[in-house]
């Protein structure tokens, strides 16, 4: 079967009878089988998704199908699902089953998508590896020695490895961006408040973002379509209708805006400043206006943000006892001994880090010093990156500082692994949107993400902008 890498293409040979929904669901699931060791996925259900297929198959025969019919969608572990499992790949929610949908889900549901199964990132996505998932790691496809990134490196793999269509992943710091980038997918962050966190199991509430993570700018658009929108569950979402995405027109003039950290900071990988400069060359070549800025605050970018996001973590993170729901230690004896056993067997060792972090923060002794001044210095982040934006169409800059980095190179250092989110935390602390576009390889074959980020709402602007930088890139 030939490989679909855009949702108009499946819906032409749908609705010409070329092929079935059942036929893509087997093609999946046989994929998945054939790629299991590279453990994208914690769980397939795979009957259910071969009888939905069969009523979908008779909805376009009628011609009520919904605009996602036929596609084949997987879920990262975070997300609700009415009666199936969902566990952060923690050790604590082993066999819990959600008793609700996520508003995403449900939305994407009742456009006839097909949910094939839920796919393995790093405990309650907190990692940029995908080594910290309670299940073991997932390796990139494009070299199995390498990491997919994270917090969502199932998802980015079963996109990546032609296990589903595409995916959802969520983003705190970068966890779609940073994994899309190493796996060479589109991979999009939407303003905070775009798309409803409902369903979602949380790490840091201010800053968790869903997106979507595809093979086509096409698809990316639609699917953001789809979930984005007012939804009476989430407080913390914009009260408007969502804007229609369905297509990206290139501008014929752009003014972009490029951080002179991401050429000239020492981290940078040589591959992917090259990558870079040729990028800034042929959009200048082409007409485009580039202006370089400074960031002084970008060093501050990366401890602000695990101030911050520890804080929440610590408090989101609470709710697991061991009471009510999820792993009870079997040696629980009594209250305290159920609350501390089923936490210290139930959680990994960076969600332990992150959590005393975050007590370590938010204590009567360090507040100020640490999470109130994280406050403020996010708070100027925000207005930095804004007063950028009033003066271009877009910030330029890569995804990530290296390509794909291999299994165990960082893991053992902490600092080393946070600052792999050192050009994607930026959007999450500003709130902005932001796209990660898979435009270069290495020499070696990894890809290489190039990111916009956009002005606050303002989603078809990057869309557009994206189609011009793939336009120029091709």
């Not at 990546?160 to 959802?168: E, I, V, Y």
């Not at 900071?265 to 060359?281: R, W, Y």
């Not at 061991?322 to 609350?339: I, V, W």
Request: with cysteine; hydrophobic share 40%.
């Amino acid at each position: 079967m030939k490989t679909y890498n855009r949702i108009s293409e499946v819906r032409s040979d749908l609705n010409s009878g070329a092929v079935s929904c059942v036929q893509l669901v087997n093609h999946y699931l046989q994929n998945i089988e054939d790629k299991k060791h590279l453990n994208a996925f914690l769980e397939v259900w795979a009957d259910e998704a071969l009888s939905r297929a069969t009523l979908i198959d008779e909805k376009i025969k009628l011609g009520t199908a919904g605009r996602l019919a036929g596609v084949v969608v997987a879920l990262k572990d975070v997300l609700a699902y009415k009666n199936h499992k969902v566990g952060s790949s923690s050790k604590i929610l082993e066999g819990f089953e959600s008793l609700y949908s996520a508003t995403v889900v449900q939305r994407l549901f009742d456009e006839d998508a097909i949910f094939i199964g839920r796919t393995n990132c790093d405990e309650f996505a907190m990692g940029a590896s995908n080594e910290n998932s309670a299940y073991g790691p997932v390796k990139n496809a494009a070299d199995e020695s390498r990491v997919p990134g994270g917090s969502s490196g199932g998802s980015a793999v079963a996109v990546q490895a032609n296990m589903c269509h595409c995916a959802l992943g969520s983003d705190t710091g970068g966890s779609i961006r940073q994994p899309s980038a190493f796996t060479g997918s589109f991979g999009f962050k939407p303003t905070y408040g775009l798309i409803s966190r409902f369903g979602l199991l949380a790490y840091a509430s201010s800053f968790d973002q869903i997106g979507p993570m595809t093979k086509s700018l096409e698809d990316n658009m639609l699917l953001t379509e789809i979930m984005a929108g007012f939804d009476q569950h989430d407080a913390t979402m914009r009260q408007q209708p969502a804007d229609k995405y369905t297509t990206a027109v290139a501008p014929k003039k752009a003014k972009f805006a490029v951080m002179n950290e991401a050429i000239h900071h020492p981290g940078v990988a040589e591959e992917v400043k090259s990558s870079f400069k040729i990028l800034i060359k042929n959009l200048e070549n082409a007409g485009h206006e580039i202006t370089y800025f400074d960031f002084p605050l970008l060093e501050q970018l990366v401890p602000a943000y695990y101030v911050l996001t520890t804080a929440e973590a610590s408090s989101n993170l609470s709710r697991y006892t061991g009471m009510l729901y999820g792993k009870r230690s079997e040696n629980a004896h009594d209250l305290e001994s159920t609350y501390t056993l089923s936490r210290t067997e139930g959680f990994g060792p960076e969600v332990k880090r992150r959590i005393m972090l975050g007590t370590f923060v938010l204590s009567s002794d360090h507040y100020d010093a640490y999470y109130s001044k994280a406050q403020k210095v996010r708070r100027v982040i925000q207005d930095q990156t804004n007063s950028v934006l009033e003066n271009v169409d877009a910030i330029l800059i890569p995804t990530t500082s290296t390509p794909a980095f291999k299994f165990g190179e960082k893991s053992k250092d902490p600092i080393a692994m946070y600052l792999a989110d050192l050009f994607t935390v930026q959007a999450n602390l500003a709130g902005n949107p932001a796209i990660s576009l898979p435009l270069f390889e290495t020499e070696a074959g990894l890809p290489m993400g190039i990111q916009l980020m956009g002005k606050s709402f303002k989603e078809q602007e990057l869309f557009n902008l994206s189609q011009l930088l793939i336009e120029t890139c091709n």
